[in-house]
């Protein structure tokens, strides 16, 4: 099917370990976004993607990587995870950036114990 | 820093009733987009509606409506005759024209009762 992916879902992971999320949209929208959401903050971007090895800081980018070496593809990586880094992770892709709507994946809910 | 707030947390309406979630935000520039996405328990984001700036004229999707007062820097979202497939959170939203980057509100868990 034709849309936004994510995966996995679910996640527990230890503290320290590495952990990537995948994000995969069929659309070739140019930007792509990835959020973190947690009860009282709403969802905060943690990085995002103009076009293919376009990437750029947003606003908790601290403790993760980002990549994007296809259109279609962009790994959010945790190098050294930390419970602070539990959380429900949204990727989001749009056509063009400007006024856009963003269209949302799943979410992939992450525990790091 | 730009700021988006959502000064109800958490609302409940009865079914068929109309309610009204507010949303206040900051910004000295004049040109810019104001969004309402709503996440039902399925954790799915979806676009409720969508405001440019410039335009005089109240956005409306259905039974879903603005009201956009740009001077007050206030954007609230009107559901006529809730149904209990709008219970979700729904979280306010804005972008700066010509940016990239959409910042959200902290949301506001709205809950329809039979």
């Known amino acids: 099917d034709a849309g936004i992916t994510q995966s996995p879902r679910y996640k527990i992971t230890e503290t320290g370990r590495q952990v990537t999320l995948m994000c995969h949209q069929t659309?070739?929208?140019?930007?792509m976004f990835w959020y973190r959401q947690d009860l009282g903050h709403g969802l905060r971007l943690i990085y995002y993607?103009?076009?293919?090895?376009?990437?750029d800081k947003g606003e908790v980018p601290d403790g993760y990587v980002v990549s994007r070496s296809k259109t279609e593809n962009f790994p959010l990586t945790l190098e050294s995870a930390t419970r602070s880094q539990t959380s429900v992770y949204f990727c989001?892709?749009?056509?063009?950036?400007?006024?856009?709507?963003?269209?949302f994946g799943p979410g992939t809910r992450l525990t790091v114990t | 820093a730009q700021t988006v707030t959502q000064s109800q947390p958490e609302m409940s309406v009865q079914e068929a009733e109309t309610v009204t979630l507010s949303c206040t935000y900051d910004?000295?520039?004049?040109?810019?987009?104001l969004f309402w996405y709503k996440q039902p328990p399925s954790r799915q984001m979806i676009l409720v509606i969508r405001?440019?700036?410039?335009?005089?004229q109240n956005a409306t999707e259905n039974r879903f409506s603005v009201n956009f007062q740009k001077a007050a820097k206030s954007f609230s979202l009107k559901i006529s005759d809730s149904q209990l497939g709008d219970t979700a959170m729904y979280f306010c939203a804005f972008m700066w024209y010509g940016d990239d980057k959409i910042i959200f509100g902290k949301g506001t868990r709205l809950h329809i009762l039979p």
């Open positions: 910004t000295s520039e004049n040109n810019y987009y």
């Open positions: 659309w070739s929208h140019s930007y």
């Open positions: 989001a892709s749009s056509l063009t950036g400007n006024g856009d709507e963003q269209y």
């Open positions: 405001q440019e700036a410039y335009k005089q």
């Open positions: 993607s103009a076009a293919a090895d376009i990437t």
